[in-house]
């Protein structure tokens, strides 16, 4: 009689079955119980994308951990100024522009003059007016004008006051520094900011017509948690990295330069720290920052190096040619590294010596052929 073939189908697939049962029951290594932490899961990372990726090694040993702390911060430049006119009137001459960099003692911008010269020449005839009626005081009580430095102090003092000498010589010097300042000089070398006036209007010493900053050097401002205060110390260094710069060619290294001994209502303190800039810091922008402090002989991996086995860290080692199983326990990280615990009696964990698999330890089981 026929089999219906419904049934022939139930049969093979029950055998089948019963036969991925039995291999999956064999002990092919016999070793370590390792292989039993491994679940269904973690034998998922068999992905072969992974499969070309090259073996790498490192021989671990006992050096610097830098612990790290982020934060957030403001770059201003190291030197920086506000520039006005010391006088009011209106602007002559405008010799720079936005983004431009000056040196020191370059002219930036000037108001009309003319009235200031005459404003200057009437108060040095003035003064030179008073300066006769000085001395035609100091004969009529006798003395030679040919040696001033005879004539008693306060002899001199009188006839200042009477012919109004001091009074004038002070309008002179103060007609003269307002000449001066009608011309806007730069004061240090530095990249001029914040134009907004244009020539031919009107402006008063209250009003800023530009800013001035030397921006070679940064000085990055942020804050940290008062509880954080023993990580921060002068001299830090410090990693800066511009919000708008995702992808950094090089890190940015500045050191901590300054910390304001005082706790804010919000709980944190701020920080200075000077950073000297490569052009990718701009005035004002919002950068982050790493702080990273030194702790002395640690046994420090890559973050590479640490793979999930059954949701605890584990590291390969390579051993006799072929890949070592080894759980670890991390003390700390930072962005790029991690200080574990070191092998001992009652933990397995790495030691001195051991050559760890930073690459290619994805995909890879215990006693693995390398």
Known sequence: ?????????????????????????????????????????????????????????????EKTFYKELASNGKAVAQHSAELHFGTSGRIAHIWVKNGEYVHKGQRIAQIDSYRLEHLLAQAKNNMLQSKLDFLDILIGRGYSIDTLSDIPAEEIELAQIKSGYNKFVIAYEMAEKDLHEATLIAPFDGVIANITSKENNMISPDNTFCYIMDDRYQEVLFSVLESEMSFVKKGNAVMIQPFADENPQEPLWGTVTEINPYIENNGMMKVKALVK????????????????????????????????????????????????????????????????????????????GDTVIVSGNLNMNHDMEL
């Not at 004002?284 to 086995?309: F, T």
């Not at 390969?316 to 930072?334: C, H, M, P």
Request: proline content about 4%.
């Open 1 to 61: 009689m026929a089999i219906p073939a419904s049934i022939s189908i139930k049969v093979l697939t029950l055998c089948l079955f019963a036969a991925v049962c039995f291999l999956g029951s064999c002990d092919n290594n016999g070793h370590e119980n390792h292989s039993d932490d491994i679940n269904n899961n973690d034998s998922a990372l068999a992905f072969d994308r992974y499969a070309d990726e090259p073996i790498e090694t490192m021989v671990l040993s």
């Open 277 to 352: 800039n490569n052009g990718q810091i701009l005035e004002g922008m919002n950068v982050n920052v790493v702080l990273r402090h030194p702790q002395e002989h640690c046994l420090v991996i890559p973050k590479s190096a640490v793979v999930i086995r059954a949701g605890k860290n584990v590291v390969f080692t390579k051993v006799d040619g072929k890949a070592q199983w080894n759980y670890v326990e991390i003390l700390t990280e930072n962005s790029d590294s991690c200080a574990v615990v070191p092998r001992s009696k009652k933990y397995e964990g790495l030691s001195n």
